[in-house]
Structures are given as C-alpha cells and as structure tokens.
DNA sequence: ACTTATTGTCTCAATTTGTAACAATAATAA
DNA sequence: TTATTATTGTTACAAATTGAGACAATAAGT
C-alpha cells in the first residue's frame, strides 16, 4: 500500500462506542511524542469503496469484521486545515514531510460512529501511535482540530436514532438483563429511565427472547436473561 | 474562477424540494445534448467551506440567499466513477476534455437537502444545461449515475426529521392555512392524515401564531391564516 | 331562507404512559 | 426454620394522548 494509492483530501474519522461499567465509553488514539489525542481515522484507496475503507480502518482497530456502521456528517471547514499539525505529527515520527505532502493538505473528513461489543476488542494502536484506548464520553482528554465536534455530533445522531434503530443491540452481548439494557438506554440518552415504564415498552416491541434465568449470588430474586429475536421482523 | 481553484474528487449534490399544487417536487437539470438529467451540483473551492460551496451553488440555481440547507449522506462508492458520462457532458459542450481532466476523476459526493418556498423561486440553469425544471417526486425523468438513489435518501431522511425539526415553515408562504400545512405534511409522508388529529396535534405544539381569516370566494367557512411563531421558543 | 362545502371545536371511547403498589424470589442472617 | 434484604416481574389505577365521529358555525351561491 502506497502513499499515492489514496484519494487526496479525503480522510475519514470514527466514534467507535462501547459500553462498559455503566459508561459509555470510545476509542481515542494517542500520537506519538505529540501529546495529542484523536478519533480512529484513515484515508481512503483510489479503487475502495467509501465504506469499505472505513470498515478497513475498524478491523485494523479492534480485530472485529462486519462491524455496525452509520454514517452521520461531514466535515468540511476550511478551519479543518491546520497544515502544522499534521507535520508536527511527521515529524516526532521522523518521517519526511516532502515524501508525505499529501498529507499536510486539506482535507474533507467523513464521520462515523461504529457500535462494538466491549468484551470482544483488543484496541491496537497504528503505527503513528502509543495507544489505542478507551474512554468515558463523559471523562475524555483534549482532543485535537475538530475532533471534540465530531464526537458530540456522534452521540446527538447516536441519541436521535436510539428509537428508530436497534442500537443496543451492538453494544450488548447476546444474552443479557432488562437492567442491563437499560443501563444502555440511561447511559446513550445521559438520563435515568422509570423501571416498570422501560420494561414494559421494551417488552411489548416483541423482539426480545426470553432465556433462562441468571442467578449471580446475591440474596434478591434472579432477573431473566434476554436475547433480541432474530426472528422478529423488526429486527435486521 | 478557474478549473484549478476546486478540490479535486470532492463534489456535493442537492435535492432541492419545493410544494405546489399539493405534491412535493424537487429541482432537476438537463444537460445540453446528451439527455442526461441530474440533480443540481457543484464543485467545492480549495478556500471555501462545503456547506458555503453548497450555498453558493443554490444561489445560482434559484436566486436565493440563506437557504435551510440538511447535510444528510456522502456517498463514496467507486461503482459512482463512470469517466465515459462527465466525458460525454463535456463533449456535448465542445470543451476540451484535456483541460478538464480533474472533472473525469473519481468522485465523492456530500448530498444535501433544501426546503424553499417554491413561488419565490426562479430556477435557473447552468452553463453545461438546457434547463433546471421542477419535478413531482413521483414523476422524476431517469436520472444519470446513483441520482435516483440519493433522492431516495433525502426523501427518507426528510420524513424522519419531519417531527423533529421545523420542516414545513421552509415550505410554506409565511402565512398558510390548516389545511395547506397539512397537505405539505401528507405530501412528504405519503398518507393522508386525520384533519381533527392533525390540527389538534400542531396546535398543541404552540409554536403557531393565528392571524385574520382568509375569505376565498367559495361558499363555505373561510378558514384561519397561520404562521410560524418567532416568538416561540421552539422556533429557530 | 335554503343549500353546499368546509372549518373549528367538542365528545367519548380506545390506547398509551406515569406512578405506585405488591407478590415472588434468591440468598443471608438469626 | 424463620425472618430479612434487595431486586425483579406483574398488576392496578390514574393521567395523558390519540382515534373517530358528531356538530355547530360559517361564506358564499341559489
């Protein structure tokens, strides 16, 4: 893969969520001897579909393939080009700023937010970078250009769509508890949700499956484990 | 202007809807001599915001200034990259392909959506056009590369914003009757809607402001003139 | 004055949601 | 064994919203 073999000024960026702990968390990468910290993000190849490269740049990310996708803005502010930044970057790199012009340029940047199942992904830094980690949307360091935007717009679209789409569905595992899925719900929206009113909502949409229950030990009665039903219309 | 100044592989496509004679319709423009007919689009200056590149290109098509403007896909596919076709365009206009070859390149389309009052328009070709016409979107001519797909798109994204966002005031004259907001909802939704419901439920929202009545002539009722309330705090 | 088409409003049933209560558990402690 | 505790599934009832229809109030035309 060479230099040449990307389209000019066109990059991409990813919010890639996952929810642990209660929290809503994303991967943030951290640049080499620079300080800075970003959002996952790549180029894209002359012969590659849009979305394909995008799909690339997450695997290398997280291992996974086939990951859930959405497509949410893009950002095209000349404010974006700050040529400096990305030759600093270079440069701690002690790459040749001549050999990587392309790079310095401006650029259109497409957004996507991803949904990934915590337990499955080892983040893997790329070679720009240290880490590769996640964190809370509520606790996230300084991040570089317009990166801090690109999150927020994520999580309003993220929120937006929480009804139309079954977005909880990628962030869960496969079986799971009503209390789990609202934690889900509470953490996307930032608010807390009635009990009996989400169980009862939830519960009358018919996608969810009823498994056996979960004994965890502890001295309260055992919830019941849930899957969403493959088998549901609604569910793609 | 020269051919120069644009980013090159990024263009951006809009749909520009209109209401008249109770259906919704959009602008769509026909190139000189080749029969192809195409959404109206544009090119992106290499100092220029995109959202200000899509502004500009409004402008020229319709005369207006400060259109509402939705950003709502960017489609990268490369199956979107047919040469033979811009090929075509330009030699039906006897320009030169050689100095034009940034125009034959792959292509990344950011697609957005207008809302405009329909009567205060007057739609305007470009350069490489016939004609720049209003169509019925369930009457549109075949249109060239993935155009149909993207009204597909706009269409859908603009029903689901339909409750959330203030959709219809960009619609509408600034004073309307019940039955006009109405229709423009019918129109973008695709059904028809109950008059009692419908009026209760837009009242209700307490973001219309009741004016004069509005005497048509026709032996009946004469019916309430509305408009948008700017006082309201809903109202952007 | 009578007719027609349409509009604004009201009524009542049907449905959905908010809120609280309650019984059923799974362990622990007495 | 028998309370005790924390949490869960379900039900009950009030409050709010929606669906569907009825009805009175027009602005003309006849």
């Known amino acids: ?71 949410f803005y893009t950002f095209g502010d000349i404010e974006r080009f700050k040529p400096e930044v990305m030759q600093m970057i270079l440069e701690a790199n002690n790459i040749k700023v001549k050999d990587y012009e392309w790079m310095t340029d401006r650029f259109i940047s497409v957004a996507y937010y991803a949904l990934i199942n915590y337990d499955n992904v080892v983040p893997t830094p790329d070679a720009l970078s240290d880490s590769c980690d996640w964190y809370a949307i509520d606790q996230l360091p300084p991040l570089m250009l317009d990166h801090s935007k690109i999150v927020q717009k994520a999580l309003q679209t993220l929120r937006d769509n929480l009804e139309r789409k079954l977005v909880s569905m990628n962030l869960l595992p496969t079986l799971f508890t009503m209390k789990e899925l609202q934690k889900v719900y509470e953490a996307i929206l930032g608010e807390t949700l009635r009990r009996t009113t989400f169980q009862r909502q939830i519960l009358s949409l018919g996608i969810l499956k009823r498994h056996e229950k979960q004994y965890s030990g502890k001295a309260h009665k055992a919830p019941f484990l849930y899957s969403f039903d493959k088998a549901s219309p609604s569910v793609l």
């Open 1 to 71: 893969m060479n230099s040449s073999d990307f389209l000019p000024h066109i990059a991409y960026d990813s919010v890639i969520f996952g929810f642990s702990g209660e929290k809503l968390k994303i991967l943030i990468m951290k640049y080499h001897n620079t300080g800075f910290y970003a959002l996952p993000g790549g180029f894209v190849l002359k012969n590659e579909n849009l979305n394909d490269a995008v799909q690339r740049g997450l695997k290398e990310r997280t291992g996974l393939d086939n990951i859930y996708l959405e497509q």
